[in-house]
């Protein structure tokens, strides 16, 4: 990878954070937050993305952008005002840079007028109400920032009297931390000397001799008048937003009228002190060369027209780190690849079977003769533990990162469907494992459009049921012991039963006589090949129905549950597992060699001796339980393995595959559960029909995960055959 | 036997010695000697059992834990067609990268490090299609007749034949 497309991921990843916090800033501001800081915030992502996209030349991205700032510049300073219609084209405009960005990132072209009706509503709005600024007219101008040298002349700059404009004394002072996040003050001085005429006096703090000379240290201060009919205290502000916190700073305003009394003797003044004392910044350090020394003042004092009044006293960089003891000197945070994470997290996660290979060796008789070894192993295992959690910990994250997708989609249904849908989010700082998160979007991102699309009716539809025009969808995440609870719920006309039941027997998916509770009926939805939408709409009737949820959410360990209360809404609730990296198995034995069944699929288990088992024709076996009649599959023989137990003594283990079709294994015993860590048989070798992948016992064996769903699939298919 | 860790770096300062020069890790299948290139082969290890696959070639022994990772282990001896190895803790695995996969092969002993020059690998004979399949050739040392496996073919038959 290139330097310069380290630079862009890293570019995209910021792109990514700061579209994320445009998102929630906004949904605050539209739910009535004005608080000046949040514009603020809007205004430097907007910033950022502009810049940055500036560097690697998204040319579209940033003259979009680039509107976009201008309208929340005129917004900030109140000139526009921020009404529900400007939030809205704010919110939308999100949308836009976010598929700028996203076009940008892979490289695809968008249409070349994309945007460009939001863009024209900017430019208007900034035209409409306020006098177009010099930058309006050329948006790109500030990018290539060119400017004519500011006259630094005295006399030059002497004011003419009485033109009106005010004074502004500024008086600017660097701390280290500005120099070392690169930032120039020369190129701040040049932006200001936009706003007006400009006098820049440099205001030398303590030079030390060469040899102690920091790079980065602070060893100047400058005071700034500026003379300006427009510059307001924010304008100049703005000039310094970027160095915030990097910097002492302290504006000053002075009337016009006073100014012009004011300045002309302090400037006279000062020219004096100037010729009176022409080195004024004297070396600290006796034994400094003393005309190394004097250079550097001398060039100090010939770069700045005449030299304030005598220096403040020496004030060396590090009494400014001390000063502000609680500000953070390195980042609190660290960016690393995922795949070394993930690396620690499978060596991790080796340990702890180890660990526990190391207790399951112990007996009593190591128990009695080496105390030592056994406490030491007790404190490893807590260790292990300890450092399992933390490490996983390492990969969470908050499910905010899925949720923040879901206001973007809820507005395009919104504008869809013509219904008006508001969204709530709970619990959306509760952290999952990377790799569910990472599983979740495609699932919940379904589950918001079968709520918008068949929950959520039209507003017309919800008066005239006295409900109120706007419905609600609310997303829910919560921790409930070693799972993750994720509710979709709206408050629309709810599962109509009926449909359900009668397109369900229609196609095949409910036999004609069976009879079902209001529960099963509503869990339909989730069958394969059902979708309720009678016509196909371009929402959520792409073809594939709410089994996609089901078999994306089983895929990685969990379940999905839905409640339906007719007229009132509906909850779908999804039961995800913490991590993926571990797995609840059940570990059987078949033919002596270990398998182990995911316990998300595992419905009950029964003793063979009980089993209620009938014969087919094929000679195939069904198992009966609770009236319903269930493949049976036997694992010894399906594997092609010997077993040498007692047909009475096996067990059956009943799981649900897909859909909730069911089948019954049959192993020769049943050993208990446990976590394991699931590892791919793949990697190393290839897909192994009926077998989902591998994991490490605790005795460093290999066991098979069984893959209950192709075990299933692949029987119905010989069967047919 | 066991800790017989070849890695990475040694492959850099031997290959460099001389270009011409092929060194090999030689094994034995009862009594024939056959060699890979040592710059394949990652690992040694004692046979310690494997488990089972179902549903796979008979040649395929297993899968076995190799520091968390999971390695199929191919039976040499049935995968030149006669018949399956009946292991003991003799046996020796040795672990070796195919491409971007470990696999481990099955083989009864290993005997030696061999130092070749690549102009003394000779084709191999037409004839027995097993032969020609398996083997990327054939050098002399010492007299004696040291096939050259192609690893790639060992692990491709099983995916085309499963």
Redesign the interface.
Known sequence: MSDLDEFKATYFDECSELLLELEEQFSAIQDGDREAGRLNAVFRAIHSIKGGGGAFGFDALVRFAHSFETLLDYVREGRIELGEDVVVLCIRSIDIVADFVAAARSGEALAADYGAEEKAQFDALARGEVAPAPDDTAPMEDFDIDFTPVAVDLDSARPAPSDGRALWHIDFLPLPTLYERANDPLLLFRELALLGEMQVTARPTSIPALADFEPFGVYCGWALELRSETATEAAIREVFEFVEGDCLIDIARQDAAEADEDAVPSFAALAELAKAEPRAPRAPEPEAPADLTAMLADALSESAPAVAAPPPPSRPAETDESANPGRPVGMASIRVDLDKVDRVV??V??LV?TQSMLTQQMDDAIRDRYQELVRGLEVLAQTTRGLQDAVMAIRAQPVKSVFSRMPRLVRELSGRTGKKIRLETIGENTEIDKTVIEQLSDPLTHMVRNSADHGIEDPAARLAMGKPETGTIRLSAEQAGGNILIAVEDDGQGIDRERVLALARKRGVVAPDQQLTEEQIDNLIFAPGFSTASEVSDISGRGVGMDVVLSNIKKIGGSVHVRSFVGKGTRMTLRLPLTLAVLDVMLVKVAG??YVIPLSSIVETIQNSRADFGTMPSGGKVLQVRGEYVQVVDLAS????ETGEEEADRFVVLCEAEGNSKIALVVDDIIGQQQVVI???E????R????AG?T?LGD?????IVDVQSLKSTNAHRTAA | MEALGIRDDYHDSTAATSQNALQLIAFSIDEQIYGVEITTVREIRAWNGATPLPNTRDYVRGVINLRGTIVPIFDLRARFGDGKTNPTKNHVVVVMSVGDKWIGILVDAVSDILTVSRDDIHAVPEGNSIDTELLNGIVTHENGMVGLIDLAAVVAGARTDA
Request: glycine share 14%; net charge negative; aromatic share 6%.
């Open positions: 499978n060596m996660g080796e079977i060699c270990p399906r594997f092609a393995l590892k791919s048989l990697e190393n070798y290839e192994i029909e009926g077998i591998g490490i460093g064996n290999v066991a098979l």
